[in-house]
């Protein structure tokens, strides 16, 4: 037991690399790759420490070359389901009750090692797993998540540093307990940072959990179940179980022990896992806590004072990095008449040159989508797009999946705000344009904030300061993330608490401390130094 007010290392977000030409940093993960692109491995649960093999298997892929298998997997079914929450609740009273330090230090530990000698291997996982380009992968699976595991440890000391005052005579003070039960993270195919935090954050709290990744992720998430063992990581504390989303989540959610939902995926997913939760919410031994991100219909509105370069650029870089595929991906944009020729041929322009291919070639800035539900799904807003009197394709439109799942990135010009490609979330590479008339700025703000039940990001583009608070404050309520001449994406743990409401989620804010103590559950502790030795009160002394 530490006997000291212990400090936690000063969090510093972690540089993100270059891989220019000829790099070291580049030669060492163009190697790590080519030893990744020859190996098949077997990934099985793990459950307590040990490695479970169900027999029940699937296959990790590359997106962009889906005859490749990376790895055969092994999933969980109900059974497996109900050894891991046995392995949990085993594991839960020495971990919920061991040192906060002790348990901060995993994650510190894990941070380093990523940020050093497994960092080839994660951005290696993810770029063949996930098919992102290696700025992405770097951006994502070594930087973020380092960051993660650099900064939940400061914001928990933060968060125990919270107490309340004490009157005379008394001294009070608050316990931060973990949860009575398990935690469930449910994480998403596009972040391998999400895939690490959702399920440690709770654990750093003093929580046990039951992680499912997404299936299409498996091999990345994988890797990142190795690195936190190699940190340390207690047997039963963080329980890795692959599968369908209804064969381990419905043995989940029966569970009388479910203490908490950590969820990152799709809106309809989180809806129907809250109502079976709120359905026979008296099955429970506590209320379950539930925090979820679900997705955005996110936009880019601009005013005729924008600057019509940084205008494009930002539409290019926000609709089509990583192929679209982020929950903060600029999917719908608002742009002036009087400024759409110039920004239109800026836009175009900058399309042209995209390359779409495999991401193991550096020259390539997008990649393939994740899989071939995504691919039907996107190239069907596509044909809506091309056979729609009311839209027109000014670029891309095209895709492709005999080889890789692989989409150009497609720009579409609507004359209708509410058009489906205005409204629905498509996580792909299509962007949607409606240009609106510059006399009617108040109609169209009116426009950005209804048209979509999302609330995830947003960003404004003009240069009068007027202007800028004019459609800050009209769009306050339409994005948890705003940004003001910048690309609705790229969040930074510290720096931009990331989460949405609305249909997005329940804007907990991943990387802030607000996230954090959703997972503790307080208990008020007064003591009494001098207490009372008779009931009577002064007034009851006299009539």
Same mark, same amino acid.
């Given at each position: ?11 510093? $977000? ?41 027999? %029940? ?21 109900? #059974?497996?389901?109900? @050894? ?11 971990? *919920? ?25 994660? %951005? ?47 001294? %009070? ?16 195919? $596009?972040?391998? #940072? ?14 046990? +959990? ?28 963080? $329980? ?27 809106? #309809? ?90 991401? +193991? ?42 080889? =890789? ?49 999302? =609330? ?20 306050? @309520?339409?994005?948890? %993330? ?8 790229? #969040?930074? +743990?510290?720096?931009?608490?990331? =989460? =949405? *409401? ?12 607000? $996230? ?28």
């Amino acid at each position: 037991m530490s006997s000291g007010i212990v400090p936690v290392p000063g969090p510093v $977000n972690e540089p993100v690399r270059t891989y220019a030409p000829c790099s070291p940093e580049k030669a060492s993960l163009k190697s790590r790759l080519s030893e990744m692109l020859k190996e098949e491995i077997e990934i099985p649960l793990v459950i307590g420490g040990r490695e479970v093999r169900t027999g %029940n298997t699937a296959k990790a892929v590359c997106p962009h070359d889906h005859g490749h298998v990376l790895a055969t997997y092994h999933q969980a079914g109900p #059974a497996e389901v109900e @050894h891991a929450i046995a392995a949990a609740l085993a594991a839960w009273k020495g971990w *919920s009750t061991m040192d906060w330090e002790a348990r901060a230090a995993v994650f510190l530990k894990a941070a380093e090692l990523l940020s050093g000698p497994w960092r080839d291997t994660l %951005n290696g996982a993810c770029m063949l797993n996930q098919s992102k380009t290696v700025h992405q992968a770097e951006i994502d699976s070594a930087c973020e998540l380092t960051d993660f595991w650099r900064f939940n440890p400061h914001y928990v000391r933060f968060i125990y540093e919270l107490q309340p005052e004490s009157a005379k005579g008394a001294w %009070n003070y608050v316990e931060y307990r973990p949860l009575e039960g398990f935690v469930f993270a449910v994480t998403p195919f $596009n972040f391998a #940072a999400i895939a690490g935090n959702l399920p440690t954050a709770p654990a750093m709290m003093g929580n046990v +959990v039951l992680w499912k990744p997404a299936s299409s992720a498996v091999y990345t998430a994988h890797h990142i179940m190795k690195l936190l063992q190699a940190a340390g990581l207690p047997d039963g504390v963080i $329980n890795f179980v692959p599968g369908s989303g209804s064969r381990v989540g419905d043995a989940v959610l029966a569970s009388p022990h479910l203490a908490g939902l950590h969820f990152t995926g799709s809106t #309809a997913t989180f809806q129907a896992m809250w109502r079976a939760i709120g359905s026979d919410i008296g099955r429970y031994r506590t209320y379950p806590r539930i925090v979820g991100e679900t997705g955005g219909k996110d936009f880019v509105f601009a005013h005729a004072s924008a600057n019509s370069s940084a205008l494009a650029t930002a539409l290019v870089r926000g609709a089509f990095e990583y192929q679209g595929q982020k929950c903060s991906a600029a999917s719908r944009a608002y742009i002036p008449r009087s400024i759409w020729p110039r920004v239109r041929e800026q836009l175009l322009a900058q399309v042209a040159e995209i390359r779409v291919g495999s991401p +193991v070639d550096f020259r390539n800035f997008m990649a393939a989508v994740i899989d071939k539900p995504a691919f039907d799904k996107i190239m069907g807003y596509i044909e809506l797009a091309r056979t729609s009197p009311e839209m027109e394709i000014l670029a891309g439109g095209d895709g492709d999946d005999t080889e =890789g799942y692989f989409i150009q990135p497609t720009v579409v010009l609507t004359s209708s705000p509410r058009s489906r490609l205005m409204v629905e979330e498509i996580f792909g590479p299509v962007l949607t344009v409606y240009v609106y008339d510059d006399g009617r700025l108040d109609e169209t703000l009116e426009l950005c904030e209804t048209t979509s039940p999302y =609330g995830l990001t947003g960003s404004v583009f003009a240069e009068d300061r007027e202007v800028i608070v004019r459609l800050s404050a009209a769009l306050r @309520h339409a994005a948890g %993330n705003f940004y003001i001449n910048d690309k609705p994406t790229g #969040a930074i +743990v510290g720096q931009q608490p990331f =989460g =949405g *409401s609305r249909a997005s989620g329940t804007n907990d804010k991943a990387g802030s401390p607000l $996230n954090l103590i959703r997972w503790t559950s307080q208990r008020a502790v007064k003591e009494n130094f001098t207490p009372p030795t008779h009931f009577a009160y002064p007034f009851m002394a006299e009539e």
